[in-house]
C-alpha cells in the first residue's frame, strides 16, 4: 500500500526556515511525479510545490515563489521542501503526495506554525 511519511514541521518566527521531509513507500518512487500540498484552517488543500520524476522540471505556486526549494533523493524515495522566510500566512499542515493526480494515500502531514 502506498505510505507517505512527512516530517521536519515546527514553531518559528516570522523569517525563520524549515525543512521538510517525506519518505513515500509502496509506489516505484522513480516514476512519481512529487509535490508538497499544505491546508490552513478553514481552506482547501492547495499546491505548494512540485518536481518531476527526474527532478528537471519544477513548478511552485506564486505565494512561495523565491522563499521554498522542492528536491528528491530516488534512492532514498525522499521529497523535500527547504522553506525559508516563512510567513505567517505559511501556517498550515504540509503533505506531499503523487502529482498532478494524487493518490488517496495522504499521510498525516507536518504541522507549520509561523508565528511571533
Known amino acids: 500500500q502506498v505510505q507517505f511519511v512527512e516530517s521536519g514541521g515546527g514553531q518559528v518566527q516570522p523569517g525563520g526556515s524549515l525543512r521538510l521531509s517525506c519518505v513515500a513507500s509502496?509506489?516505484?518512487?522513480?516514476?512519481?511525479?512529487m509535490g508538497w500540498y499544505r491546508q490552513a484552517p478553514g481552506k482547501q488543500r492547495e499546491l505548494v510545490a512540485s518536481?518531476?520524476?527526474?527532478?528537471?522540471?519544477?513548478n511552485y505556486a506564486d505565494s512561495v515563489k523565491g522563499r521554498f526549494t522542492i528536491s528528491r533523493n530516488n534512492a532514498a524515495q525522499t521529497t523535500n521542501l527547504q522553506m525559508n522566510s516563512l510567513k505567517p500566512e505559511d501556517t498550515a499542515v504540509y503533505y506531499c503526495?503523487?502529482?498532478?493526480?494524487?493518490?488517496?494515500?495522504w499521510g498525516q502531514g507536518t504541522q507549520v506554525t509561523v508565528s511571533s
Open positions: 509502496g509506489l516505484d518512487f522513480r516514476f512519481a511525479n
Open positions: 503526495n503523487t502529482f498532478p493526480s494524487t493518490t488517496p494515500y
Open positions: 518536481i518531476s520524476n527526474g527532478g528537471m522540471t519544477i
